[in-house]
């Protein structure tokens, strides 16, 4: 039976003002310093309400007033900034062999940042769980010690992660299935913050739109250079996850049909053929061997030997053909380069480049750029504390305590 009423009910004033506080503390997060009138003039608010819900925001420390004023016509108006002092985000990234960790605080103001080396791909998924749940542990008592209150955890994972945050398939780490959401949750002993599970390139997409030098681009694309190669998808200012969470798998696109073998078996994808397996000669070395054999290659890049110069033209023609995808596919504005692609990407954007546009059937590549990433190995579990600030952006603030 479908009903129908039209009185509110007190659900939904609950509802509107809790709309509306998000929508006050982004326009603050978004245009700070600001004033009550700018907040009223931009969002349509009317003054007592904007003054009531400011009120709140600064009884939650999400907001503070600055004792700046600016003067205009009439009376001095009071400046805004955000606080959120009192609070920490915290980001977890998995990766083969090792665990980063990042809290910042709801101006994003990194607190901590830590890197941890991690058998990974060598132990099960329970120990894994363990040392992830014993940095977690560590990282809140050093939150809790500053009398910051947690609002949220997010873990980061090379993989096919369901949206109810299992993952499905982590191949470089050889898990399947794992309920690493609901297990940490349990190891962490209900922690009152809520655990999430995001794929590492989801993650990274996410630090970039918050974080990175074009944060606020509404169609931006950030691909993984790591052992394999994923996109994190933001489209009309939105990470865009698929039906059950498994988008962005753009490494298995199939770029040469007798191309080199991909780890998932298959011919020619383009992880096979433009990740960094293809730029280095051993191709099942550990990750540290190959953060090793990468300088190694910069540095004969550098002194221009036309070997390697040979090699990440190549792959930077390969991997311009899969941006090209994106672009006629998406229209990003920015495709972000991440990873190990980072070091190498003097050497590989011209090829990416060309291959982009010559591929692309709107004029310009539909004004995509690619460029590398600024945020480091660690983008994705610093997009793990984005997350969690994102979920208060949209409303989920946190109590008073
Ligand atoms: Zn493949």
């Not at 791909?121 to 010690?145: D, E, Y």
């Not at 739109?209 to 996109?231: D, K, M, Q, S, W």
């Not at 504005?333 to 990416?352: C, F, K, N, S």
């Not at 982009?356 to 600024?374: F, K, M």
């Amino acid at each position: 039976m479908i009903t129908s009423t039209t009185d509110p009910r007190p659900a939904d004033f609950a509802d509107v003002r809790a709309t509306n506080l998000a929508v006050v503390l982004r326009f603050v997060r978004e245009h700070a310093p600001c004033s009550r009138a700018d907040i009223a003039a931009s969002t349509g608010l009317n003054k007592a309400t904007v003054s009531s819900l400011v009120a709140d925001l600064i009884d939650r420390r999400l907001v503070r007033e600055t004792g700046l004023t600016e003067n205009r016509v009439g009376r001095p108006a009071t400046m805004l900034v955000l606080d959120g002092s009192p609070y920490a985000a915290i980001g977890i990234e998995i990766n083969v062999d090792y665990v980063t960790a990042v809290a910042v605080d709801l101006s994003g103001e990194r607190l901590l940042s830590w890197r941890r080396s991690f058998p990974g791909a060598a132990g099960t998924v329970g120990q894994a769980m363990a040392t992830v749940a014993g940095i977690v542990r560590r990282v809140v008592s050093r939150m809790t010690k500053q009398e910051r209150q947690v609002l949220g955890l997010t873990v980061g994972v090379p993989g096919l992660i369901g949206t109810d945050g299992t993952v499905r398939i982590a191949p470089n780490l050889g898990w399947r299935d794992a309920d690493l959401c609901g297990d940490l949750t349990k190891a962490l002993r209900d922690p009152g913050f809520p655990v999430q599970v995001d794929n590492d390139a989801n993650l990274a997409a996410l630090a970039e739109h918050r974080f990175g030098p074009h944060a606020g681009t509404a169609n931006l694309v950030y691909l993984t250079g790591e052992i394999g190669v994923g996109a994190g998808i933001i489209l009309d200012g939105r990470l865009r996850r698929g039906g059950q969470g498994y988008g962005g798998e753009i490494g298995h696109i199939q770029l040469d049909p007798l191309g080199a073998e991909c780890r998932c078996g298959r011919l020619g994808c383009l992880e096979a053929v433009a990740g960094i397996g293809a730029v280095l000669e051993h191709a099942t070395i550990s990750p540290a061997e190959v953060e090793l054999e990468l300088d190694e290659v910069v540095r004969l890049a550098r002194g221009g030997d036309p070997g390697t110069l040979g090699v990440l033209d190549t792959v930077g023609r390969n991997l311009g053909k899969g941006v090209a995808v994106l672009a006629n596919l998406l229209n990003p504005e920015v495709v972000i380069l991440g990873g190990y692609y980072v070091p190498l990407a003097p050497w590989l954007l011209p090829a990416v480049e060309t291959e982009t546009r010559g591929r692309t059937i709107a004029p310009d590549a539909g004004g995509c750029r690619v460029v590398a990433s600024t945020l480091g190995y660690g983008a994705a579990a610093l997009g793990g504390a984005a997350r969690v600030l994102d979920s208060v952006d949209s409303g989920r603030l946190p109590r008073i305590s």
